[in-house]
């Protein structure tokens, strides 16, 4: 089978950037492993994502927005950080910014959900997008001339350009012998909805505890109860995350109160919990020869800055700007150029704040006497210092 463009992934970049291609003339295969079922209607998976102002817009123009129902999407009017046990905070105001919050948040689930029904409407009007379901991609080959891949029931397709969407731990990547620099944090992230007694006030939490890192993502009411209603992010030793799971939800209800010092009252799980190996992924190439990477498989971020997807909606962007114009002037898509010019700027855009990401990891999770006072100390001098807040509500904007 021909076609211009091969896609391996239909995960929310996958998918997003299938879209974004979809109606200029370019025949696109999307490859997914997953059933059409799991695509079509993807099961909660315990993420809400933090969405910048940016990204938020980028979905507009993809048609994604009108998918998801107006109650699934919630404000993230502030932020706070907090460290240890103290009762100081360092609050970023949307003040610091041009909006009226920093951003949105929604649940991955409805994201991905929201990617395939716009990749739907897109390819009833223009019939350029053929998703291939249950597929897996075994083999990727590419020259000068032409690249292709191999699926996992023999099936080869040649194609001008292949894009790896297909996660952190991308094995398309590495077929096309692209190292990485890879970190494994030793740690799990569990992530689960709860609703509690104090109200969040649109406010979302970084607290650097001792011993383990916690998150609150404000999310609207529970629409059973009407309790106010939070994503709970807990980051601690994998090993302790593996004893966390095996908690019955009563008792993982009290201990996560206890986590969080009483401050939201009573805490109950109203969802089931999911736990994440936390890998950070920085490729040494972003692009090959007739090859090129997205989302995770471009950059794969530690959550704690929340970038992940929106990084994947930037490198989408810039990915599918260079292909259209090439595409426009009648010039090749897979040309080496227009590949090194997407590499150059998504790295610029990205490095900065993933480097940046692993000093904040670092830093924060130390707890040696000096370590404590140096948390301490950054934090104070950091909440004085509007520059930085400001560059900090930037980032959460993405303007
Ligand atoms: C706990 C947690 C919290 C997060 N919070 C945020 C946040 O607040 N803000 C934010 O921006 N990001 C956040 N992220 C990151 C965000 O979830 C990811 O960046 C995003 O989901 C990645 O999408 P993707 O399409 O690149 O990859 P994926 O969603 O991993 O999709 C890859 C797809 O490729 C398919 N695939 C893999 N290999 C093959 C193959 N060989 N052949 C065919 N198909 C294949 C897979 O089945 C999958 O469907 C968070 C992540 C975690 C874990």
């Keep these: 089978m021909d076609t211009d463009i091969v896609i391996v992934g239909a995960g929310p970049s996958g998918l997003c950037l299938a879209r974004s291609l979809s109606g200029q003339g370019i025949k696109i295969a999307v490859i997914e492993q997953q059933s059409i079922d799991a695509i079509s209607n993807p099961a909660f998976d315990g993420r809400e994502i933090a969405l910048t102002q940016h990204s938020a817009s980028v979905m507009k123009e993809l048609g994604l927005w009108q998918f998801i129902e107006p109650q699934a999407i919630s404000q993230l009017r502030d932020a706070k950080i907090l460290d240890g046990r103290s009762q100081f905070e360092m609050l970023i105001p949307h003040q610091l910014s041009q909006y009226q919050e920093l951003g949105w948040l929604i649940s991955n689930h409805l994201i991905r959900k929201s990617a395939y029904d716009a990749v739907q409407e897109a390819n009833k009007l223009n019939h350029d997008i053929t998703l291939i379901p249950g597929r897996k991609v075994v083999k990727v080959n590419a020259s000068q001339k032409i690249a292709g891949v191999v699926l996992d029931d023999q099936t080869e397709m040649s194609a001008k350009l292949v894009v790896a969407a ?3 731990f991308s094995t398309t990547r590495r077929m096309m012998g692209i190292a990485t620099d890879m970190h494994d944090f030793g740690r799990n992230m569990l992530v689960c909805c709860m609703t509690h007694d104090v109200p969040h006030e649109h406010i979302a939490w970084e607290w650097f505890d001792y011993g383990q890192t916690l998150a609150l993502l404000p999310m609207n009411p529970d629409p059973e109860t009407g309790r106010h209603r939070s994503s709970v992010v807990i980051t601690v030793a ?15 209800s009290r201990d996560v109160k206890e986590r969080f010092g009483n401050r939201l009252g009573e805490m109950d799980l109203v969802s089931t919990i999911h736990s994440y190996p936390l890998v ?14 997205v989302g995770d498989a471009a950059v794969g971020m530690h959550p704690v800055t929340a970038h992940g997807f929106n990084f994947g909606l930037l490198g989408v962007q810039k990915l599918s700007k260079e292909i259209l114009s090439a595409h426009r002037i009648g010039k090749d898509i897979g040309d080496p150029a227009l590949l090194l010019r997407y590499e150059r700027t998504h790295r610029l855009k990205t490095k900065p704040l993933f480097l940046m990401t692993r000093l904040i990891t670092e830093i924060y999770t130390k707890e040696s006497p000096p370590a ?15 520059p930085f807040k400001r560059s900090i509500a930037t980032s ?3 303007h």
């Design 166 to 168: 297909d996660n952190r």
């Design 238 to 252: 994998s090993d302790e995350a593996e004893e966390l799971m095996k908690l019955s939800s009563a008792e993982f």
């Design 280 to 293: 950070s992924v920085y490729p040494k190439r972003l692009v090959s020869t007739r090859f090129a990477t």
């Design 372 to 386: 404590k006072l140096l948390r301490k100390v950054l934090l104070h001098l950091s909440a004085k210092l509007t």
């Design 396 to 398: 959460l904007t993405g």
